[in-house]
């Protein structure tokens, strides 16, 4: 038996399945944005659990460092340190007072630091510290104290710099500097600068010829 259907008929079964497209449509949209979600929720978890945050140090111009440390230093407007590695449960020691920064660690994995300042004028490594700069570094006055075996990896952009090297300590300057004042050891060593400099000040503390690679500087 063949039913016939009006138009009126036809018209409501039309819309009733037009309805249905559209419910189920809408379905499958939240649930791609639900999943979307869940993954992105995830991937932050695991990206943020991968460094810790210390987000109540400010008003940073020194930082020192100590032991087994790899600190990774850049310009930014606002101040900020990251933690890397399992921070609280390693016997690290992350603090700030006055201005000064003190970062000490002596496991036997390095302990990764990333310090964004704004207005950082000081650097002062000690131990087995290793200190690099993560882009350029803008700076009007800095001063940088290397001890021990620390050793310092920095791109400048600076007027007035001072480089004072004791012990085995190592630097690798690059960028530029109107005025660079370069106070060193016998053991201490520069290498591989490419680092343009319009005034130099040498003080050899040992009246022996440090390690200064003077065809990597240019402009002196």
Avoid: C
Avoid at 47 to 72: D, M, Q, R, S
Avoid at 79 to 95: G, P, R, W
Avoid at 183 to 197: E, R, Y
């Amino acid at each position: 038996m063949v039913v016939l259907k009006n138009n009126k008929t036809q018209l409501i079964e039309n819309q009733n399945i037009k309805k249905m497209k559209n419910r189920i449509l809408s379905i499958i949209t939240l649930s791609v944005v639900l999943l979307g979600f869940t993954k992105s929720s995830i991937a932050a978890t695991t990206n943020n659990a991968k460094f810790t945050v210390l987000n109540e140090i400010n008003k940073i111009n020194k930082i020192e460092v100590h032991g087994n440390v790899e600190l990774f230093l850049s310009d930014g407007p606002a101040d900020q340190v990251k933690v890397y590695n399992h921070y609280y449960a390693e016997s690290a020691l992350v603090q700030s007072k006055n201005g000064v920064l003190r970062i000490t660690s002596y496991n036997p994995e390095k302990l990764i630091v990333w310090v964004t300042a704004n207005d950082l004028r000081s650097i002062s490594a000690f131990d087995n510290a290793d200190v690099k700069s993560f882009g350029k570094l803008s700076k009007i006055d800095l001063d940088i104290d290397l001890h021990n075996n620390a050793s310092a990896k920095l791109n400048l952009d600076a007027y007035d710099t001072s480089l004072t090297m004791t012990d085995h300590s190592k630097a690798d300057l690059t960028g530029s500097v109107d005025e660079l004042s370069l106070n060193h050891n016998k053991a201490s060593m520069v290498t591989d600068g490419n680092l343009v400099v319009v005034k130099l000040v040498e003080n050899n503390n040992t009246n022996v010829s440090a390690n200064v690679e003077r065809e990597d500087i240019a402009g002196l």
